[in-house]
């Protein structure tokens, strides 16, 4: 059975057309029903890295958050919560930062923390056999993912499969940087985490993309798109076809069809638009954006690229642009290393200095920074 896509133009965040956009796309699904039931308790999980305004395309804008709560509402839905466990301060702060909590309090929506942490196991697992997962996360019957269109230095992308290892609490996150270290053992991590969880509905909010150095120090882009399906992996496929990057770079992608989480391969990809179905050709002709600024780079496999695994000679590494640098070690605190792999070697008048022979590559320090001062060649 083929994987449902609906695709919707929409080029602005005003209330009542991401509303009027986002009833269309469940519409085009099948229905509310289809996905929950008004018994349900029901938890949103948007994507709120840390506080960032919202012309910033870093967290998922509140009129997202707020349409999805009112369709849930009007189709008499009584236990609504929302949350995440963000890299960088609260949930709570975060929303507020962003608006989200003022989007959400028509509708009764509790706004919950993902602090208290519930060990979880997954015998099934291939690459992960438990998860420690915020107690919110547990206690739902259906969460429905509300990620964001972004760049991500260690995945290329983040969209609907990495938007759920905010459902890991608090400083279990940065643990799970150091126990899967590169960009294949994490992505196959967040689909076990994605085949624990169970995602009932994902909507990709793309109205404003961020492109470069992403996932919170990028450029907005606009893209004038929501995407909406119940496969995170054929959703993230579609975005990854309409930036002209090829699925099959794509870590979480790759891994997400191969483990049986949804479908990556466009013939099992059925795209819903507005105006009737489309092929992948059509949306990407109608939506894509050929310039989006995105790792479209192939690794080599050759002997070369095996000995340099070793060696450790040539590799993607995060660095400092000292003029940006605030010295307010962010990055430092952020480093899950043992250790840290960077610190504040010439005190804080100077930018703190790494040191690449502890680092792991996972980029937390880049994706921490609140002032885009971290970039990674």
Avoid at 132 to 148: F, G, Y
Avoid at 169 to 176: E, I, P, Q, V, Y
Wanted: net charge positive; proline share 5%.
């Amino acid at each position: 059975m083929a994987s449902e896509v609906a695709i919707l133009y929409c080029d602005t965040y005003q209330e009542e057309t991401v509303y009027r956009k986002m009833k269309k796309g469940l519409e085009l699904l099948g229905g509310l029903a289809r996905f929950v039931s008004p018994q349900e308790k029901i938890l949103l999980k948007p994507n709120l890295v840390r506080r960032a305004e919202n012309d910033r395309a870093v967290v998922t804008h509140p009129a997202v958050a707020g349409a999805m709560a009112r369709i849930l509402r009007e189709a008499g839905c009584g236990e609504i919560r929302c949350g995440d466990s963000c890299g960088i301060g609260s949930a709570r702060k975060a929303m507020e930062g962003a608006g989200m909590d003022k989007a959400l309090e028509p509708y009764g929506v509790e706004l919950v923390e993902f602090h208290e942490a519930m060990e979880v196991p997954f015998p099934e697992g291939k690459m992960a056999r438990e998860f420690l997962l915020a107690r919110p996360v547990t206690e739902a019957d259906a969460l429905i993912n509300l990620c964001k269109m972004k760049t991500h230095a260690l995945e290329r992308i983040t969209g609907g499969v990495k938007n759920l290892y905010g459902c890991v609490s608090g400083l279990n996150k940065a643990m799970g940087h150091t126990k899967y270290s590169n960009a294949d053992s994490f992505a196959r991590m967040l689909v076990d985490l994605n085949l624990l969880i169970r995602p009932r509905l994902c909507v990709m909010d793309g109205i404003m993309a961020m492109e470069g150095n992403g996932p919170t120090s990028g450029d907005p882009v606009s893209m004038n798109l929501l995407l909406m399906s119940a496969d995170p992996v054929a959703l993230d496929t579609v975005f990854a076809r309409l930036v002209h990057l090829d699925p099959g770079l794509v870590p979480t992608i790759v891994h997400g069809e191969a483990m049986g989480l949804g479908s990556c391969r466009e013939e099992e990809i059925r795209l819903l638009g507005e105006e009737g179905p489309l092929s992948m050709e059509e949306a990407v002709e109608r939506f894509g954006n050929a310039s989006f600024h995105v790792d479209r780079s192939r690794r080599r496999t050759n002997l070369w690229s095996r000995l340099n695994s070793v060696l450790k000679c040539f590799q993607r590494r995060p660095y400092i642009v000292e003029k940006d640098c605030r010295r307010c070690g962010v990055c430092v605190q952020s480093c899950p290393v043992e250790g840290k792999a960077l610190r504040f070697k010439k005190g804080k008048g100077h930018p703190p200095v790494y040191d690449y022979s502890k680092c792991i590559r996972c980029f937390c320090c880049q994706e921490m920074c609140p002032y885009g001062a971290i970039r990674v060649k």
